[in-house]
């Protein structure tokens, strides 16, 4: 089915520890999102994609960094996790900025 | 900072029974979206409504956009177990970032 693929789905970090959270979607879309979901907060956007080869920081994007390494594709990497970190993360998609497709999301825990 | 809120937080009502939740939001914006999401999963979109509509229906859902006020409306008619779900508004401004309030939590008692 066509959409947006999120891997890994569970993730067990240790403090300190680098990881990348990788997003694919089959959509032809030009624009990706990747947005963190915490209790009571919503969802915050970390950095976006507007289109191929270009990434902008979103609302918290301090301790990420991102690759959009082709349409296809936005990655999201942690360099040091800190238990702050520890969260629901969301890639998104879209074609025309009317109506976003989400992944499933990858539920991060830094210990 | 988030752009919209959403107000109640929370909504219990009985299956058959309309729901109706409203978000406020600050600044201009080209369109607002409605999206829902059941527990443990992604984000569905419902509907978008652009800032020159004043409302919109997709089935047993109507939005409504009030862009004096800054606030819109959803109902959700005729309401099913099934509806029970988190629902979010998300503003798009010009500057292409959807921002999203923190939702609201709708529970339908069968």
């Known amino acids: 089915n066509a959409g947006v693929t999120q891997t890994p789905k569970f993730q067990v970090l240790k403090t300190g520890q680098s990881m990348t959270l990788q997003c694919a979607q089959d959509m032809n879309h030009n624009s990706m999102y990747w947005y963190r979901q915490d209790p009571g907060m919503g969802l915050r956007l970390i950095y976006y994609?507007?289109?191929?080869?270009?990434?902008d920081k979103g609302e918290v994007p301090n301790g990420y960094n991102v690759s959009r390494l082709n349409k296809r594709e936005f990655s999201l990497r942690l360099e040091s996790a800190a238990p702050s970190q520890t969260s629901v993360y969301f890639c998104a998609s879209t074609w025309d900025r009317e109506g976003y497709t989400f992944g499933s999301g990858t539920r991060l825990t830094v210990v | 900072s988030q752009q919209g809120e959403e107000d109640p937080q929370a909504l219990s009502i009985q299956e058959g029974e309309n729901a109706t939740m409203n978000c406020s939001y600050k600044?201009?914006?080209?369109?607002l979206q409605w999206y829902r999401q059941n527990s443990g999963r992604g984000l569905v979109h419902l509907i978008l409504?652009?800032?020159?509509?004043r409302e919109k229906h997709s089935g047993r859902l109507r939005v409504t956009l009030d862009t004096s006020k800054k606030s819109s409306s959803l109902l959700i008619t005729a309401s099913r177990a099934a509806d029970t779900a988190s629902y979010f508004c998300a503003t798009e401004r010009a500057n292409s970032k959807l921002t999203f309030g923190k939702g609201i939590t709708l529970s339908v008692r069968p």
């Open positions: 600044t201009s914006i080209n369109n």
């Open positions: 409504i652009r800032s020159n509509e």
């Open positions: 994609s507007a289109s191929e080869g270009t990434t």
